[in-house]
Every structure is written in structure tokens, then in C-alpha cells.
């Protein structure tokens, strides 16, 4: 089977750097997702990591290494409304290339 | 960029009444579309996935003779809850995978809020 650990909640103040750790298990690994889901909303898709280092895009960015099975999401000049559930969500073969969600983290951003 | 519509986004029903929901991709082809529910603060959990032309492959404990899927295009599949009772209420949502897009990238839809009575 597999599994993912997230925090399941972050705070930190306006214009902080935030990271969201993540650690799977899995047989097959594929690639590493992150997902931002505001409340009451669906989840949109933020990044999408599959070799190791680190991706930016913009103020997020996301790692991966995949010799220790672990990633994470970081988030840059924090902003309330970044305050949202991120979940991190892993894709192997073992689970059919369908992404298994972990419990997400919640973070709360203060001004 | 893709984008995937649920219809209703919210419905309530008196227990012992069916529930139909539809997900649509609107601008592009999904071959694969996946059915989620989700609690209130906790992660998403896949129901079942639906592949154009054929059955929907369910997970384990999730009935599929209460949770009817149905992929009947490209661009559509839909969810019934039937029979439905106060315990299926829940945020359910549907993702979808696109043709020619990456294994690990699904769009979602907003989401349907069900609350049986």
C-alpha cells in the first residue's frame, strides 16, 4: 500500500517563508504532487515533482528526494490568502498511477 | 487552461432518493475521470475511477451498487448516490485526467456539497 505524513497544521505571519513537509511510502514511485485547497473549493493542482531538486514556480516551490522519500512545499512572502489545505499526493505504479492524497496540512497564515 | 464544472454544486435530498451529479471536462478529452469524497477537514478520498466506454473501477468498502458511475463520453461522467441516507453526506468531488496530459496532473471540479435529510 501506500502512505503519506504531512503536518496537519502550519501557522506563520505575513511575508514568512513557510515549508510543508511531506514523507511517503510507496512501491513503484512515480512523482510527487502538492495540491492547494481553499475552503469549500477544490483542489488546483500547484507543482509536480518526479527527479530530485527543487522546482520553483513563482513564490512555491517544491522538493524532492526521492532517495529519502521525501518532499516538500515551500512557500515564499507569505499572503493570507495562501491561508488553504495543502496536500501533498504521490503517484507510482504500485497505485495505478492514480495520486494518493495524503491528509493535507492546514495553514494558517496571520497578518 | 482545463478546466472541469460539477453540476449541482449543492443539492439537498430526503433520505431514500437517488442523487445524480455531473462532471464535465469543458475544454479538453478525459479518458480517465475520478470520483473523490471528502469530509470536512480531512484529505480527499478516492471513490472510484471512471474510464470512458467501460465499468468504473471502485475502492475497496466503496459500494458500487449505491455509488453508480457512469462514463458514457469523453467529456462526461456522472455519480449517482442512490438510496441515499444522512450518513452520505459529504463534499464530493470529481477530477479529471486529461488525454494527452501527465499521468500525475488532474483538474477538479468545484465540488458537490450533498446533505441528505
Not at chain 1, 19 to 29: A, K, M, R, V
Not at chain 1, 34 to 55: I, K, V
Not at chain 2, 3 to 26: A, M, N
Amino acid at each position: 500500500g501506500q502512505s503519506l505524513e504531512q503536518p496537519s497544521e502550519v501557522t506563520a505571519v505575513e511575508g514568512a517563508i513557510v515549508q510543508i513537509n511531506c514523507t511517503y511510502q510507496t512501491s513503484g514511485f512515480y512523482g510527487l504532487s502538492w495540491y492547494q485547497q481553499h475552503d469549500g473549493g477544490a483542489p488546483t493542482f500547484l507543482s509536480y515533482n518526479a527527479l530530485d531538486g527543487l522546482e520553483e514556480t513563482g513564490r512555491f516551490s517544491s522538493f524532492l528526494s526521492r532517495s529519502d522519500s521525501y518532499g516538500y512545499l515551500l512557500l515564499q512572502e507569505l499572503q493570507m490568502k495562501d491561508s488553504a489545505s495543502y496536500f501533498c499526493a504521490v503517484t507510482s505504479s504500485g497505485g495505478s498511477y492514480i495520486p494518493t492524497f495524503g491528509r493535507g496540512t492546514s495553514l494558517i497564515v496571520h497578518p | 487552461g482545463a478546466v472541469v464544472s460539477q453540476h449541482p454544486s449543492w443539492v439537498i435530498c430526503k433520505s431514500g432518493t437517488s442523487v445524480k451529479i455531473e462532471c464535465r471536462s469543458l475544454d479538453f478529452q478525459a479518458t480517465t475521470m475520478f470520483w473523490y469524497r471528502q469530509f470536512p477537514k480531512k484529505s480527499l478520498m478516492l471513490m472510484a475511477t471512471s474510464n470512458e466506454g467501460s465499468k468504473a473501477t471502485y475502492e475497496q468498502g466503496v459500494e458500487k451498487d449505491k455509488f453508480l458511475i457512469n462514463h458514457a463520453s469523453l467529456t462526461l461522467s456522472t455519480l449517482t448516490v442512490t438510496s441515499a441516507h444522512p450518513e452520505d453526506s459529504s463534499f464530493y468531488i470529481c477530477s479529471a485526467r486529461a488525454s494527452s496530459g501527465r499521468a500525475e496532473e488532474q483538474y477538479f471540479g468545484p465540488g458537490t456539497r450533498l446533505t441528505v435529510t
